[in-house]
């Protein structure tokens, strides 16, 4: 798909002097830059969602040490190695 945008010109500068140190066309240069961006904002989504089931867990320790779900804990600390 062809789309047109507006970069600024100092912007624009940096990623074509990247695309010719590493020998590579300015589109895909870009396309690579644009799906790591949204690789790393999905995955930043992801850690966030892990962190918020650490912190649930911490606080149900804090009250109350007998109504730890070990499995539940184990489940959610071995998910982030998938």
Not at 12 to 25: H, N, S
Not at 55 to 80: A, F, G, P, Q
């Amino acid at each position: 798909m062809k789309t047109a945008f507006d970069l600024p010109d100092e912007l624009f500068t940096e990623v074509k002097i990247f695309a010719a140190k590493k020998r590579r066309k300015i589109r895909d240069v870009v396309i690579s830059f644009l799906m790591d961006g949204l690789q790393r904002e999905t995955s930043s989504a992801d850690s966030k969602g892990w962190l918020e089931n650490i912190v649930h867990i911490s606080e149900e320790i804090s009250k109350n040490t007998s109504s730890v779900n070990y499995k539940k804990l184990t489940e959610i600390l071995l998910e982030d190695r998938r």
